[in-house]
């Protein structure tokens, strides 16, 4: 299962390790946006994955495929985005307790 979140702002996506799946990165009509991700709880502090910049006035979407962060996942909205589209998934004992439940409920029906 996957989380997705709306961000027009920073934000801390989770602290917890997760695995980032993708990001939709939509500019405004002023030019190229650009985000910034990290693998950690802020910019100050978290390791810098990369920048992904946009073409003029273009959404850009990038798939990740599972990439895991350690330290939690951290989105600097830097300049000219209307919005950013994630898409991440919790690991470690969240996730494997939600998968245990599903398989619950579905050899009860």
Known sequence: MSDGEYLTADRLITNLPCQLLSVTVTPDAQGVGDIT???GEAAESGYQIGTL????????????????LTRGLYVDVGSNVTCVIVEWSPVGYASEQRDWLKALVESMT
């Open 53 to 68: 910049r946009t073409a003029s006035g273009e959404t850009l979407q990038v798939r990740f495929r599972g990439l895991y």
């Open 37 to 39: 991700l990290y693998d």
